[in-house]
């Protein structure tokens, strides 16, 4: 006969520790976003630029000044929307993350992180003087922070857990 020994757990309240609040949260997936946003944005870079050599020869600097306005509107499109495809999934990655695993927080809480990750990309990115003037430097950051908003608590959504089918102890049914 096996003899088991006793299972001595603490107490839910305890083992859980203090609940975070939202706007800790909110630090929490802006920082996460940031972070899963910096190696994409190197492919998004590298996409980028591939797309710009399909149009016209970057190596040649003659041959973006005398292209058209058109032109040129789309080789910055072209550069300018895989970063920004990037910091979408970012955002709905962080969001998601958040959804899942804070508790009292939601798809606002998310949000908020996004705007916060547009403000420190944007920063870091005037920081290294991307931004020849400050109404472009804005301009990027409103865009970017409504992007981040929406991808973020769309991931939230995403990402709830649904409290169907499970006890109080994570046990399903």
Request: with cysteine.
């Amino acid at each position: 006969m096996k003899r088991r020994l006793p299972v001595i757990q603490a107490p839910q309240s305890e083992a859980e520790g203090p609940a975070r609040s939202p706007t800790a949260w909110r630090g929490i997936t802006a920082i996460l976003a940031f972070t899963f946003w910096l190696p994409l944005s190197m492919l998004a870079g590298a996409a980028g630029r591939t797309l710009l050599r399909s149009q016209l020869d970057p190596a040649d600097p003659a041959v973006l000044a005398q292209a058209s306005s058109a032109t040129r509107a789309l080789a910055a499109l072209s550069l300018a929307l895989p970063a920004l495809a990037s910091f979408v999934l970012a955002c709905g990655l962080a969001g998601a993350l958040l959804g899942r695993f804070a508790s009292g927080t939601g798809a606002r809480d998310a949000g908020v992180g996004g705007v916060g990750a547009a403000l420190l990309a944007t920063g870091v990115a005037a920081l290294g003087g991307a931004f020849p003037s400050l109404l472009l430097g804005t301009l990027v950051f409103g865009l970017m922070a409504a992007v981040g908003f929406a991808a973020a608590a769309l991931g939230a959504r995403l990402g709830r857990r649904s409290s169907r089918g499970v006890d109080p102890r994570g046990v399903s049914h």
